[in-house]
């Protein structure tokens, strides 16, 4: 089988870990050495698919199908678009950020750990590259046990209980997953006489409306479970405090937004018309995801579960500009997960760093940063603002588009989303005051100021900060086809349920029998 371009990107994390097994574990310099290479390497491979990406172009690009299990229809499918590849350059541009940010950080078995984050860079990319249902699925498990290891073994104090209510809720996700995938696939095979997990086929399957709303539950739950939408998040505050800071990082940058590109990729363009209809159920629990994550975040002590509860707002947002169903909200909130991933992934890279220094989170602990290390505090107030969504930086951009979708969308949503934005301004900048102002603390004199190695962590993400906050244009472009496609979808079903009202029972069923012949 020739090996392509994209599947190189997905599976040379995994050849890259074979050297190392055979390395000594006592060199840990020599491990994150070599490992940070690899992922420079896997991140300028993504780079190259943007050589011939045409991004004008709608449908799929570098797609590749060959032949895995043909007995039932599986496939090794391959293809990404727009969205695809914006997010497995995200995954690529944050896997190497966090092994430049574990250097000080792991200080035991490291050799796991590397072997760990590459696996898992693996499951990621593939999660977004899959067009077969279950290669899709088995990279979405594959994913997990990776993470489970992150948390469960360099974590922190409570690590173990944080691990395993991670795997029970996302387990519970994934039977809701293969179970909704499974009666896809018969169905599709009573209909055709076909058994086939490619999901372009399955695009045109035309599934009856009582079963698309249960398949669309089924495949709802699991990706809300993912993202996590309220009331499914609590697992996600434990797992964020208690992972070590790459784990936080790629928790937060890559693995949520499997459950928005979930909706976006299978359950809306697979079920549109049982995605309209529970569309305001999950409008509404957006808006409480918003409003709850955003007074969870304000009365946090500890700094890394301010930032956990944050996400739970932001995710909010998210999931209501998708289910908005117009270009505005959808692209917004396309954009909003690269932006949620660079901002609050460099939240967790500056709590890293302060709990590296101070060995604690409480943000009583801290205070007068400001004049202590300058330099680190300048970048975590960008970084800050870019969260809370400041024009000029990148949260703009995306909560812009998203309030307007809403807006259009029902002007209720809009308003909940405004308070939602007024609320994560009041928390983050109290949170920044205490922390970064006021009186310095006697244990923080002495604290030195970003070293050149964590400034590398973070320059980068500043930069595009920057740059999609003043010039979003090209991002915009590269989700524009991708958006489109989900809202045609969406349309499509709502305007075939508008011609079902307006034409009479008797004329329909003429309609249908001249259909038939």
Do not use: C
């Not at 996700?173 to 999901?199: K, M």
Request: charged share 15%.
């Amino acid at each position: 089988m020739k090996l392509d371009l994209l599947s190189l990107v997905i599976f040379f994390p995994v050849i890259g870990a074979i050297p190392i097994f055979f390395m000594s574990p006592k060199n840990k310099k020599m491990l994150f050495d070599y490992t940070l290479l690899i992922t420079l390497i896997e991140f300028l491979f993504s780079l190259f698919l943007l050589k011939d990406f045409k991004f004008s172009l709608y449908g799929f690009q570098h797609e590749h199908i060959y032949q895995w299990i043909p007995a039932i229809g599986a496939s090794y499918h391959i293809g990404i678009d727009g969205m695809s590849l914006i997010l497995i350059l995200l995954t690529t541009f944050l896997t190497a950020l966090g092994i430049l940010s574990s250097y000080n950080y792991i200080t035991h078995k490291a050799k796991e750990y590397v072997i760990v984050m590459l696996l898992m860079e693996t499951g990621m990319i593939g999660v977004f590259a899959s067009l077969d249902l279950l290669l899709f699925y088995l990279f979405w498990e594959l994913m997990l046990i990776p993470m489970y290891f992150l948390i469960g073994i360099w974590g922190h104090e409570r690590r173990v209980y944080a691990a395993f209510k991670f795997v029970i809720y996302t387990m519970a996700g994934s039977a809701l997953l293969i179970t909704g995938i499974l009666v896809l696939y018969f169905y599709n095979h009573s209909q055709t006489g076909i058994y086939t997990f490619d999901l372009l086929k399955l695009y045109r399957l035309n599934v009856p409306y009582g079963l698309a709303k249960k398949l669309f539950l089924a495949f709802a739950i699991a990706f809300a479970i993912k993202v996590p939408i309220f009331p499914f998040h609590t697992w996600l505050p434990d797992a964020h405090v208690e992972a070590p800071t790459a784990g936080s990082v790629l928790l937060a940058g890559v693995l949520l937004k499997m459950g928005i590109y979930g909706f976006l990729r299978f359950a809306f363009p697979l079920f549109p018309a049982a995605a309209l209809h529970y569309a305001p159920l999950f409008m509404a629990l957006g808006i409480i995801g918003i409003i709850y994550g955003a007074f969870m975040s304000w009365v946090q002590k500890d700094l890394k579960k301010l930032v956990a509860y944050s996400s739970v707002a932001h995710l909010g947002f998210i999931v209501l500009g998708i289910f908005t169903f117009n270009m505005y909200g959808t692209q917004g909130a396309i954009i909003q997960m690269v932006n949620h991933g660079l901002s609050t992934g460099a939240l967790f890279f500056i709590v890293g760093m302060l709990y590296e220094r101070r060995h604690t989170r409480l943000i009583e602990e801290f205070g007068g940063l400001a004049k202590v290390m300058p330099v680190f505090s300048t970048i975590f107030g960008i970084v800050m603002l870019s969260s809370i969504g400041l024009p000029g930086l990148n949260g703009f951009i995306g909560e812009f588009l998203v309030m307007l979708g809403a807006f259009k969308a029902t002007k209720v949503a809009a308003f909940f989303a405004v308070l939602g934005i007024i609320f994560a301004a009041v928390y983050m900048l109290t949170m920044f005051q205490r922390v970064v102002f006021l009186k310095v603390k006697e244990k923080n004199l002495g604290l030195p100021d970003i070293s050149l190695r964590e400034f590398f962590v973070l320059a980068p993400i500043l930069v595009f900060i920057f740059w999609i906050g003043v010039y979003p244009k090209p991002y915009l472009k590269m989700t524009e086809p991708s958006a489109h496609a989900v809202i045609y979808q969406i349309k499509s079903a709502q305007n075939a349920d508008r011609l079902k009202e307006l034409i009479k029972p008797n004329e329909m069923v003429s309609i249908n029998r001249r259909n038939a012949r």
